[in-house]
């Protein structure tokens, strides 16, 4: 990853940034180095780059490193609080004069990010208004907040009704109140961004509700359909990862699985859809990364992007999504010509998806990792292995190994079990040392084998398992295994 970053990839540039970020993979956490990183990515059109950015780095990093004002205000503008607060930051406690536009947009970002309850924008808030008295300049005005205090409803009696009462009777309930809210909103989420307006958490809540229950009944008329719309676009601007959803798929015309809808929009608007998608995905929505991987791949999209495809795809296979596991693992499968690793990440995402109940992952995995119990025949009548256990551990340990697995003898005999084993199967793989086998793999299907092979491998980590190793060559390893089969006459040293 650290090599395609340094040679411009763009991809491995926002892992790792990622990984600076976070901290993983052996890493420090380093936000100088993360913004380095991040910035480059930015720079070659990752979008996810400059949110990263706004969300996560603040102004005593971003001061130290010129050019990154543009990525704060792509962010403040995408909607991230956090961002608006550093923009504000970067051009009000620059020493050299900025544009009047910015400066605006700069004290709306602060003001919005101070009325959000953040310590640092109420104070620079407070320090802005102070010079502008000093000076004689006007003095900036806070925008209008939401009205918050005696609230026209109850929360509890509204969830209660959310959660008991069929659509119909709870919207009878909460349009009043809704339509009652939003009197003196804004018509739509970019008004409510140019404007500053704010919704407290239980009016988000209140709209995207309101929102859904009405996608949930009938249809209605054109004017029903663009109050539908309306809550939900102010829902989704005050941060409702559900209303978010929605929104996207509306600006894509699709649903969650990437089937195209007649209704909404006139014509689809991918920009916008990316956005609410990403701002839900980014709130731990598994279906807006999956819808994500649906818009990028649509060969209407002018910015197609097979591999911002797979991303997305990947981080709803990772969040949960059934489907993204599923197609995670076939097309893992399918590109195994490319990297043998890849039948390992296939069996990976197969096994989650089959978790959850999808039989077409079942039968993958069936195709790609059979069931060979026929294979360990020849360890089915071995006597009692505690008797083993200390004479011959490893040996003993194989034999097991072999029984719980299916393995054959010589797999058994000549397996690496740290390197076989895969968390969620084992890569049996003995060609170096007996030609005549192949790669394959075994699944970890319960609890029994999982505990056993973790007993097993800790046995091995310190041990040389190849021909070099105490164990011998193959011969001598058959040998030491003969003296363990019985004969005809219960003796040992059979002739196998």
């Not at 704060?72 to 406690?93: F, H, M, N, P, S």
């Not at 693992?329 to 490319?338: D, K, P, Q």
């Not at 077409?360 to 009548?381: C, M, N, V, Y």
Request: aromatic residues 6%; neutral net charge.
């Amino acid at each position: 990853m650290i090599r395609g970053a340094r040679a411009g990839d763009a991809e491995c540039q926002l892992a790792l940034g990622k990984l600076y970020l976070f901290g993983g993979a052996s890493l420090p956490q380093s936000q100088p180095t993360a913004l380095h990183w991040l910035n480059r990515a930015a720079l070659q059109g990752r979008d996810e780059a400059w949110r990263l950015i706004g969300r996560h780095v603040g102004f005593e990093h971003a001061r130290q490193n010129p050019g990154m004002l543009p990525w704060y205000e792509r962010a403040w503008d995408a909607g991230v609080t956090q961002a608006g607060l550093v923009l504000a930051q970067l051009v009000l406690l620059a020493p050299e004069a900025v544009s009047a536009p910015l400066r605006s947009k700069a004290m709306q970002a602060l003001e919005t990010a101070a009325r959000a309850g953040m310590p640092d924008a109420v104070r620079l808030l407070a320090q802005q208004r102070h010079q502008a008295r000093a000076s004689g300049s006007p003095v900036p005005q806070p925008l209008p907040p939401v009205k918050n205090d005696d609230r026209p409803f109850n929360d509890t009696a509204l969830a209660q009704a959310w959660e008991k009462l069929p659509r119909t009777m709870f919207l009878e309930q909460a349009l009043p109140l809704a339509r009652q809210l939003v009197q003196d909103a804004p018509q739509d989420a970019e008004a409510a961004r140019l404007c500053g307006w704010q919704p407290a958490p239980d009016q988000v809540l209140l709209l995207a509700r309101c929102a859904r229950a009405m996608a949930e009944g009938p249809a209605g008329d054109m004017a029903r359909q663009a109050e539908r719309q309306r809550y939900c676009e102010l829902a989704a601007y005050g941060g409702d990862r559900g209303a978010q959803l929605a929104l996207g798929l509306w600006f894509a015309r699709m649903t969650c699985d990437g089937a195209r809808v007649s209704d909404g929009i006139a014509a689809a608007n991918f920009k916008r859809a990316i956005r609410w998608l990403t701002q839900a995905g980014e709130q731990g929505l598994a279906d807006a990364w999956f819808a994500l991987s649906r818009i990028y791949i649509k060969p209407e999209f002018s910015q197609r992007s097979v591999a911002e495809a797979q991303a997305c795809l990947e981080r709803a296979a990772g969040m949960g999504h059934s489907a993204a596991q599923l197609e995670c693992g076939i097309h893992a499968w399918r590109s195994r010509r490319g990297d043998e690793q890849n039948d390992v990440r296939a069996t990976y995402w197969l096994q989650q998806a089959a978790a959850q109940g999808a039989k077409e992952a079942e039968a993958a995995l069936q195709r790609i990792a059979p069931d060979t119990p026929d294979a360990a025949a020849w360890a089915a009548g071995m006597l009692d292995l505690r008797e083993w256990q200390h004479s011959q551990p490893l040996l003993a340990a194989r034999i097991e190994l072999a029984q719980l697995f299916g393995l054959t003898r010589a797999e058994a005999l000549l397996l690496d079990v740290v390197a076989a084993d895969q968390g969620h199967c084992l890569v049996v793989d003995i060609r170096a040392s007996y030609g005549r086998s192949k790669r394959r793999l075994v699944l970890v299907q319960t609890a029994q084998q999982r505990q056993a092979l973790d007993r097993i491998t800790r046995l091995f980590e310190q041990v040389d398992c190849s021909v070099d190793g105490p164990e011998g060559n193959y011969r001598q390893r058959l040998y030491r295994l003969k003296t363990l089969l019985p004969d005809e006459n219960g003796n040992g040293l059979a002739v196998v």
